[in-house]
């Protein structure tokens, strides 16, 4: 199964400040077509998960352009360009190129300090 | 407006089953393979099962495998999940998500004697 890796597993950041988060994946997650299906997804306190980024980098529709989404092979990384309160939650990265399993990271969670 | 509305959760003892249901509106059902994915409290999202468009290709996780079975009908746009010999260790919300992007508001399962 491939083991997807995230840091920093606790993420304080100021509001107006960037954030940024580490996921990687114990092999590299580019598919047979070319593509590499690595996703994001938020979780809000209390909420269900939401995907924010598919294919490393494409974001969802209604998802502000604050997120974004970068990376190749085996090391990815989301930021933020400028925390918003609205942005407190867990945050996760998955792994659609080897299944079964799709396997999810830890999870870093997102607080305001 | 996607809409996915799990229900069948609750309390089960060990050893016992229980029948997830998953609603699902607002777009073409049978066009989308769909997933379920869990989430123990205060941990982390856990891939569990899927099935492709017209339900002739399943997977599980190795944790599941030969307990739990995944269907679907697509005339009633309806995802479900046969969950047998339950243990502690499955107790969690289990969410029906569609193409890994569209999630529903999570159904608790809790395995307890």
């Known amino acids: 199964d491939v083991v997807m890796t995230q840091s920093p597993l606790s993420l304080p950041v100021t509001l107006g400040q960037p954030a940024s988060i580490s996921c990687r994946s114990s092999?590299?997650?580019?598919?047979?077509?070319?593509?590499?299906?690595l996703n994001w997804f938020q979780q809000r306190p209390g909420q269900s998960p939401r995907r924010l980024i598919y294919?490393?980098?494409y974001r969802d529709s209604g998802v502000p352009d604050r997120f974004s989404g970068s990376g190749s092979g085996t090391d990815f990384t989301l930021k933020i360009s400028r925390v918003e309160a609205e942005d407190v939650g867990v945050y996760y990265c998955?792994?659609?190129?080897?299944?079964?399993?799709?396997?999810f990271g830890q999870g870093t969670k997102v607080e305001i300090k | 407006e996607v809409q996915l509305v799990e229900s069948g959760g609750g309390l089960v003892q060990p050893g016992g089953s229980l029948r997830l249901s998953c609603a699902a509106s607002?777009?073409?059902?049978?066009?989308?393979?769909v997933h379920w994915v869990r989430q123990a409290p205060g941990k982390g999202l856990v891939w569990v099962s899927r099935?492709?468009?017209?339900?002739?290709?399943?997977s599980y996780a190795d944790s599941v495998k030969g307990r739990f079975t995944i269907s679907r009908d697509n005339a009633k746009n309806t995802l479900y999940l046969q969950m047998n010999s339950l243990r502690a260790e499955d107790t969690a919300v289990y969410y029906c998500?569609?193409?890994?992007?569209?999630w529903g508001q999570g159904t608790l399962v809790t395995v307890s004697s």
């Open positions: 092999q590299s997650l580019v598919y047979s077509d070319g593509n590499t299906y």
């Open positions: 607002g777009f073409t059902f049978s066009n989308n393979w």
């Open positions: 099935i492709n468009n017209d339900g002739s290709s399943t």
């Open positions: 998955m792994q659609g190129t080897h299944w079964p399993p799709w396997t």
């Open positions: 294919e490393v980098s």
């Open positions: 998500v569609v193409s890994l992007h569209y």
